[in-house]
Structures are given as C-alpha cells and as structure tokens.
C-alpha cells in the first residue's frame, strides 16, 4: 500500500548535535511538507517542496535545513541553531494543483533533547 | 486568504453523548474543506471532506459534517460519543488550485466514561 514512512519514531537528541529525520513517501505526490507540532499549538510549518531540488520557508525555518534530492524523499535536519527542538514532527505530502485532494501524513517523529 | 477557526480548544462529553465540533470558515473562493483526526503520538488521518455536491458529508467512524455556506461553517458531528473518539481533531481548508492547506489549532475531545 502507498503511504508516507518517518523514521525514526522516537529520537533523542544531545545539546549541539543536529539529528536528521526521515520521511520517505510512495505516493507518486510532487509535493511534501514538514510540520512540527508542539502541545496547544497546532501545526506550525517548517518547510516545504513543490519539486525536486526546490523547497520554501514556512513559517518556522529557524534552525532547520531540508533537501529534495529524490521526488521521493524529504528529510529534515534539526540543526544545533534549533533551541527548542522537542516536539512532534510530521511529514506530509500531497498532488499539486489539486485543491481537494488534501494532505496524507506520516505517523510523525518525537524529538528529545536530553 | 483562506484561514480556519476551531471553537473551543477542548471538548469534554459523555460516552453515548453528542459530539459537536465547531469549525468555522474564511475563503474568498468556494473552499474545499477537511476534518482530520490525530491519535496520541500518531499522525493525522483524514475523517471526510466536502469538495463538491452535497453539503452534508459522511465519514469514518460515523462522524458527519455539513458545509453551510452562509454560516461559512463546517462542523463536525456524531451522534452518540465512544471511548475510541477521544482524540484531537483538525479542522482544515483550501481554496480552488491552491493545494496548501491551512488548519485550524485543534480541538482535544474528552469522553468521560
């Protein structure tokens, strides 16, 4: 069945170390997203790519990297410049240009500052 | 710009009780509009959607919601609450072409035994 893979689902992390996180999608879907979810606060957008070899800002770059070398795949780096980086992380994809189709997500990365 | 309002962080009813989550609208083309479902420590799961066509739109899990238009409303419903329905729950909208969707901040629902 096609779906969207995060690895792994639990990740800790030391003080100024970056850690990567992995979603990989079978979809076939142009675009995918990062999101990052804190407890009151919804889904906060980190990043997100309409293509290969591109990707935007959302609304919460800081301290974040991403590339977009495979239609396929979409990792994230949580950088050491990320203070705050305990949360829960969500991948998500979807068909451009197709407004009705919404969003399939991962079942997401809890990350752990220890 | 399209936004999405969810009324009320948290909901808290009894089991076999009715759910009713509000979920209210702002689009300046007619939206496409999504209810989505988060379990502890999972991801989201889509529970329906209205794109087209009749306004009262039937899920999984036997929720249901209703696009009113006028009320730029979008709420969801249930008519008796078990123990399983107790998650966060999502309301989200996109508009035409525009594939990003916008959510709203979510509403936590409690069944109390």
């Known amino acids: 069945d096609g779906g969207i893979t995060q690895s792994p689902k639990y990740l800790f992390r030391k003080e100024g170390q970056n850690v990567t996180l992995s979603c990989e999608q079978n979809?076939?879907?142009?675009?995918m997203y990062w999101y990052r979810q804190d407890p009151g606060q919804g889904l906060r957008l980190i990043y997100y790519?309409?293509?290969?070899?591109?990707?935007q800002k959302g609304d919460i770059a800081e301290g974040y990297s991403v590339s977009r070398e495979k239609k396929e795949s979409f990792p994230l780096t949580v950088t050491s410049a990320q203070k705050n980086p305990t949360a829960f992380y969500l991948c998500?994809?979807?068909?451009?240009?197709?407004?009705?189709?919404?969003?399939?997500f991962g079942s997401g990365t809890r990350l752990t500052v220890v | 710009a399209q936004s999405v309002t969810q009324l009320g962080s948290h909901v808290s009813v009894s089991e076999g009780a009715l759910v009713l989550l509000r979920c209210n609208y702002s689009?300046?083309?007619?939206?496409?509009l999504f209810w989505y479902v988060q379990y502890p420590n999972q991801g989201l799961q889509l529970l329906l959607k209205?794109?087209?066509?009749?306004?009262l739109v039937k899920g999984i899990n036997g929720f249901e919601a209703e696009f009113k238009k006028s009320e730029t409303s979008f709420h969801l419903t249930k008519p008796s609450a078990h123990m399983s329905d107790a998650a966060e729950y999502f309301c989200?909208?996109?508009?035409?072409?525009?594939?990003?969707?916008?959510f709203g901040k979510g509403t936590l629902l409690t069944v109390n035994p």
């Open positions: 998500a994809s979807s068909i451009l240009f197709r407004g009705g189709y919404g969003y399939t």
């Open positions: 979809l076939n879907h142009d675009a």
């Open positions: 689009s300046s083309v007619p939206p496409y």
């Open positions: 790519s309409q293509i290969v070899n591109d990707f």
């Open positions: 209205y794109t087209t066509g009749a306004t």
């Open positions: 989200a909208v996109n508009e035409g072409s525009n594939y990003k969707l916008t």
